[in-house]
């Protein structure tokens, strides 16, 4: 069902940014922005070798599109999810562990 993986991965990315805003205050803004956006760079250029050499491919029927060299347009707020999702569970398990320590 094309269409359901980009609205899974919209939903996702949108629900951890509100969740970091609300749980982890500071953590989401224009600083953490500079990162997730090289990671999603790196890793778009990693995936556009990968499509072009055969690689890595994308199954019709769940992405909406498919650009060459084969990247779907689903694959950049995968990416930036991803990202970014690390990046607060790496934030959240540190302050648990200031917390244990204090």
Do not use: N
Not at 48 to 71: C, E, H, T
């Amino acid at each position: 069902m094309p269409g359901l993986y980009l609205v899974v991965i919209c939903v996702s990315l949108a629900g951890v940014t509100l969740l970091a805003h609300r749980l982890l205050p500071g953590v989401v803004g224009r600083r953490l922005a500079r990162p997730v956006i090289a990671v999603v760079v790196a890793f778009l250029a990693f995936d556009v070798v990968g499509a072009s050499r055969g690689w890595f491919a994308s199954s019709r029927d769940w992405v909406v599109s498919s650009l060459p060299p084969g990247i779907p347009p689903e694959e950049p707020l995968l990416l930036a999810f991803l990202a970014l999702f690390s990046v607060v569970l790496f934030e959240l398990a540190r302050r648990l562990g200031h917390r244990r320590d204090a």
